[in-house]
Structures are given as structure tokens and as C-alpha cells.
């Protein structure tokens, strides 16, 4: 990250089995994505951070939480800690009062204060660029090492949430079993030139078009396309540009 600004680097695809079977041509899913980047040409993660090493914080906090109530219980806690040292200086106790208001608070400010130790004692208190390196922290799984990986330092991945793992099987894009199931298809099934960006199209559109309770299938872009069962709709939305996310809105 430099001056602000991610810059994007290319990340080498391993040597893939076979493109996995889909319900979906390569020529649907390019035009899956067109459609996606026409809309949100720029999507952002909406989990706020002021570095990489906030970054990870709060992804590691965003845990069966929402982004909205991360931000809100983060926002006065990297106000006053955005560094690895400044965390460890506030102990567990204090960290543990700023994010009292999410869930399973007591052994994330336990994990903040020793990822943060980590980072300290064996990367010279930089977040490291590697996901086997990621995972070594405390309370940092592989979803959380490749949000980093991507937002911090611009890598094309895929970390598989709830509503990537829900849109993944309900469309039958990447049907699987597990988040890790998922990934491996995805990765093997998206565009190269759009994989950059999938992952933030894919939350941002479950989150806000195809929900989990009901979709909104006259909302949806890509719904002539779209193989989901329980769709209601088969005729796509218009394709314009969204306005501007507002972060931290809706959860």
C-alpha cells in the first residue's frame, strides 16, 4: 500500500486440475462479470482500516460480526492504536473494552494482543505478504489472509464468506460443501481479468441483491443468467453504474 493507494500485483496461478464442471460457459461467466464491473467498477471492502496492520485487526474482528459493527466499535480503537506496538501498549483489558460490542469480544482482544506481539517479535512489526505467513498470527484463518492479500496489497484471491459461499451454491456458479471446496472452484472458473475484483463483486452483490432470506431477483443484473432454482425473476435489472458505496450502512 503506497501513499493510499493499493498498488495490484499479479499472483501467479498454481498449475490447476481441469476447469471445474459448471452450469455456466466460460462465455456466461465473462459476461457475469462484465456486468459486475460495469456496476461497481471500483468495489471497496467496507471493513474501515488506516494500514495494513489495522487491516488485519479488523478483518480478524469481523468474525461472526458485521462490517457495520466492527467500524462502530473499531473507529476509537485505531484512533489511538494503528500499530502493532500501540495495540501491545494497551493491554488485552483495554482493547477488550473497545470492542465489547461484538461478539466473542473477549478472545479476539485475547488474539489482537497476541498477533499483534507477533508481528512485533518475528516480522519486524510489518504485516506479512505471504498466506502461509498470515495464518501463523493469532485468530487469522485463511478467509482473513487472503482479505488482506487482496485489500492490503493486491492480490487477486478469493476469501469466501457467507454470502460468497450462499451465492456460490444457490447460483450453482461453484457449488462445494466448504468455504475451501468453494475458493478452489472459483479461482478455477473466473476470468483471469476479472479475479481481481471478484471477490468484493460477489460479497457486495449477495449482501445487497442476493440476500439470504429473499433475493431481490428484480434487482439483479445478471438474472437471465443466473441458474438458481428459487429465482423470480428472469429479466435483468439495468446495467448502470451504482452510486458510491457508503461503508458501514447496512450490514
Known amino acids: 500500500m503506497e501513499n493510499g493507494k493499493i498498488k495490484k ?48 485487526v479488523a478483518v480478524a474482528l469481523s468474525a461472526q460480526a458485521t462490517d457495520a459493527g466492527v467500524n462502530k466499535a473499531t473507529r476509537a480503537l485505531f484512533k489511538v492504536a494503528d500499530t502493532p506496538e500501540k495495540m501491545l501498549a494497551l493491554g488485552e483489558e483495554t482493547v477488550r473494552e473497545y470492542i465489547k460490542t461484538i461478539g466473542l469480544y473477549r478472545n479476539k482482544a485475547k488474539n489482537v494482543i497476541a498477533l499483534s506481539q507477533m508481528l512485533i517479535d518475528r516480522f519486524g512489526s510489518e504485516v506479512p505478504r505471504t498466506r502461509e505467513e498470515l495464518v501463523m498470527l493469532p485468530g487469522v484463518g485463511r478467509k482473513t489472509a487472503n482479505v488482506v492479500l487482496s485489500m492490503a496489497f493486491g492480490q487477486a484471491t478469493m476469501a469466501v464468506d457467507t454470502h460468497i459461499f450462499r451465492i456460490a451454491n444457490r447460483l450453482r456458479l461453484a457449488p462445494g460443501k466448504t468455504p475451501d471446496e468453494v475458493e478452489d472452484k472459483l479461482i478455477r472458473l473466473i476470468p483471469d481479468e476479472y479475479l481481481y475484483h471478484a471477490h468484493h463483486w460477489l460479497i457486495l452483490h449477495g449482501r445487497y441483491c442476493c440476500k439470504a432470506r429473499k433475493p431481490e431477483c428484480e434487482r439483479c443484473v445478471i438474472a437471465d443468467l443466473c441458474r438458481a432454482p428459487e429465482k423470480t425473476c428472469d429479466v435483468p435489472a439495468a446495467l448502470v453504474e451504482l452510486p458510491a458505496q457508503v461503508f458501514g450502512a447496512t450490514p
Open 9 to 56: 500485483t499479479a499472483m501467479p496461478r498454481r498449475k490447476a486440475p481441469a476447469r471445474p464442471k459448471s452450469l455456466y460457459s466460460q462465455d456466461e461467466l465473462r459476461e457475469m462479470f462484465r456486468r459486475f464491473s460495469i456496476q461497481r467498477p471500483e468495489p471497496k471492502g467496507e471493513l474501515e482500516h488506516v494500514n495494513p496492520f489495522t487491516l488485519v
